[in-house]
C-alpha cells in the first residue's frame, strides 16, 4: 500500500507564488510515474503535470503555460508543484497521484494512488 500525503495549499492573491508538497510513504518501485491534477468546484478533475521517479522525463497538460513545475526530492520520496503567477480561476483542490505502469499518463483513470488534495485558494 502507499500512501500519499498534499501539503502547501491556503489562500493567496492572485500573481503570487505556491508550491505544493506531496510525500509518499509505503511500498515502492522505481518506475512510479507521479502527476498533478487539480479539481474545482463543478468541473472534472484535469491533469497538471508528471514525471518520473527514474530519470527526468516530464509530461505538462496543454493549458500549463510555463507557469506551473514539476519536481522530485528523491531522498525524501516527494514531489513538488512550483506554481507562479497565480490566477483566480486556479482556485482548486490539488491533488498528487501515482501510477505503476504506464509512462507518464495524463489522464486520472491510469492512476492508482491519490492523496486526500490540499486547497489552493486565489483571490483577485
Known amino acids: 500500500q502507499l500512501e500519499l500525503a498534499e501539503s502547501g495549499g491556503g489562500p493567496v492573491q492572485a500573481g503570487d507564488s505556491l508550491r505544493l508538497s506531496c510525500a509518499a510513504a509505503g511500498v515502492w518501485f522505481t518506475n512510479w510515474a507521479m502527476a498533478w491534477f487539480r479539481q474545482a468546484p463543478g468541473k472534472e478533475r484535469e491533469f497538471l503535470a508528471a514525471i518520473r521517479w527514474t530519470g527526468e522525463s516530464t509530461r505538462y497538460g496543454d493549458f500549463v503555460e510555463g507557469r506551473f513545475i514539476i519536481s522530485k526530492d528523491i531522498a525524501k520520496n516527494t514531489i513538488y508543484l512550483q506554481m507562479n503567477g497565480l490566477k483566480a480561476e486556479d482556485t482548486a483542490v490539488y491533488y498528487c497521484?501515482?501510477?505503476?505502469?504506464?509512462?507518464?499518463?495524463?489522464?486520472?483513470?491510469?492512476?492508482?494512488?491519490w492523496g486526500q488534495g490540499t486547497q489552493v485558494t486565489v483571490s483577485s
Open positions: 497521484a501515482f501510477d505503476r505502469y504506464r509512462d507518464l499518463p495524463n489522464y486520472v483513470a491510469a492512476y492508482d494512488y
